[in-house]
């Protein structure tokens, strides 16, 4: 079993806990909801233990509890267990489920839901068990969720509170639920996160308490961290794997597939494994992509751009002042290839300019024209108007093709032209984390980035749309 890289250590080695007596009921709970095959990982019982660690009065030994592990670990199901005891432990208290969006909160919320409903000797103590308005006991308990707000949580009397990846929960937040337990025993706000940037103000605070705690300076405060004992992505794979074993007790303990977990991790940027799967602190905005990468998706003297496999998409992407602009041509083959080139640059463009372009390039049967609604809305209007295939991105789709376009450079599933103007922009292109993502970030990189936006624009434009009918025009 992987224990922790560091934790608070128990007030002795024979300690007393609440999961003395609840964790025979959740167990059974869960086999009888999941499975008579339903095991929980030994690493989640022993911190589910140790998080209902009690005093020797028979009290809860914290009041404040920070949990922090990598992605896909199961903490949605540590979460489920002290959701189901503390409906379960006192009569007449109101618990709460929190996290940046009421989605998030309510991950933990159906688990709870489905584990209820799927046992008939847990549903008969429930009074009230609905999908948005939580779960009620007989006995007045409650467990309700609420998004990140501290004026939806102000007042509220927490008995016990659940908090999802705090680093994205504003301190206000995370003050309103210790607040909201005031000074009564056996209340309890416990927060399970991964790791966070220069920018989590309170998950920096915690991690801050953590090491008093952990050091005996403090009382009423555990702590359990995994993390790896370096923040550094290594070439080799076994170098790799030995840091994810260090801070993955899934994967310790053979609930994850090793190769699986390599393969996943390989498509993904530096600064995100270390943060989600060696769950390391890191910068909030770094480097996206080394022009070596980009270099292994070149194609060949002797490799053509495909015309006529499939429909193209042409993206268009401008700097903020209107200095440059860039169209790209992109194609997804049948081998799910995505080849894509430059094909324009121009320099102090006006709309008609751009406009007269894409009209010209129509004789292509492109499947769409692409662009940033921020700074080219104009330009698709304009050519909506001419009853021309226009998809405008969303900063949602901007966060989402960023990630797209680094996993299939990563998987060499794109083929491009070597086009010099990528080779001068891309190294100095910045992502930014944005909650628990990331985008290309036009205001914290360097130089003009046009071609990486059109070019990336025009990768996930080829990935994402469909054949649709030809417009007559």
Not at 10 to 30: G, I, N, Q, R
Not at 239 to 249: D, G, I, K, R, T
Not at 271 to 277: E, F, G, L, P, S
Not at 425 to 441: C, D, H, Y
Request: proline share 5%; charged share 20%; with cysteine.
């Amino acid at each position: 079993m992987l224990l922790p890289s560091r934790y608070t250590p128990a007030l002795t080695e024979d300690f007393t806990s609440e999961a003395d007596w609840f964790m025979p009921v959740a167990e059974l709970a869960w086999k009888v909801s999941y499975g008579d095959g339903y095991e929980f990982d030994e690493w989640q019982k022993w911190l589910i233990r140790h998080i209902l660690e009690t005093n020797p009065d028979g009290s809860l030994r914290y009041r404040q509890v920070l949990c922090s592990l990598p992605r896909q670990n199961g903490k949605t199901e540590v979460m489920s267990v002290i959701g189901l005891w503390a409906l379960l432990r006192k009569s007449g208290v109101t618990n709460v489920g929190v996290a940046s969006t009421a989605d998030q909160a309510r991950l933990v919320h159906e688990r709870l839901l489905r584990t209820i409903q799927a046992n008939p000797s847990l549903s008969k103590f429930m009074s009230k068990i609905t999908d948005t308005r939580g779960i009620v006991t007989k006995e007045g308990s409650k467990y309700i969720i609420r998004a990140s707000n501290a004026g939806t949580l102000q007042g509220i009397p927490v008995e016990v509170a659940i908090v999802d990846e705090l680093h994205l929960v504003e301190p206000d937040v995370y003050n309103a639920m210790v607040n909201g337990t005031g000074s009564r025993k056996g209340t309890m706000v416990l927060g399970i996160t991964t790791a966070g940037d220069e920018n989590s103000e309170l998950l920096t605070n915690l991690y801050q308490n953590a090491d008093k705690a952990i050091a005996g300076q403090i009382d009423g405060f555990g702590a359990f961290i995994w993390e790896a004992s370096q923040a550094v992505v290594p070439k080799d794979d076994a170098e790799l794997l030995q840091l994810l074993m260090e801070a993955n007790p899934a994967l310790e303990s053979g609930r994850i597939d090793p190769e699986v977990m390599l393969q996943d991790v390989r498509t993904m940027p530096d600064q995100d494994i270390v943060r989600y799967r060696l769950n390391r602190f890191t910068e909030a905005a770094g480097a996206f992509m080394p022009l070596s990468l980009w270099a292994t998706c070149a194609r060949g003297s002797e490799e053509v751009f495909p015309i006529g496999i499939n429909r193209p998409v042409f993206s268009i992407d401008r700097t903020p002042d209107w200095g440059y602009a860039t169209i790209c041509v992109s194609v997804k083959d049948n081998d799910g290839i995505t080849w894509t080139e430059v094909v324009a640059s121009l320099v102090k463009p006006t709309l008609e300019q751009l406009v007269s372009l894409c009209v010209t390039l129509y004789k292509y049967s492109p499947m769409a024209y692409i662009m940033d609604g921020y700074g080219l809305k104009e330009l698709g209007q304009e050519l909506k108007m001419r009853g021309l295939p226009v998809f405008i991105t969303t900063q949602n789709e901007v966060i989402n093709a960023s990630a797209m376009f680094y996993a299939k450079t990563v998987q060499k599933k794109i083929k491009h032209a070597s086009d010099p103007l990528m080779s001068i922009q891309l190294p100095r292109t910045i992502r930014k984390n944005v909650g628990e993502a990331f985008r290309i970030s036009r205001k914290d990189s360097s130089v003009e980035i046009d071609s990486v936006m059109a070019t990336m624009l025009g990768v996930f434009g080829a990935e994402i749309k469909k054949e649709i009918p030809v417009q007559v025009f």
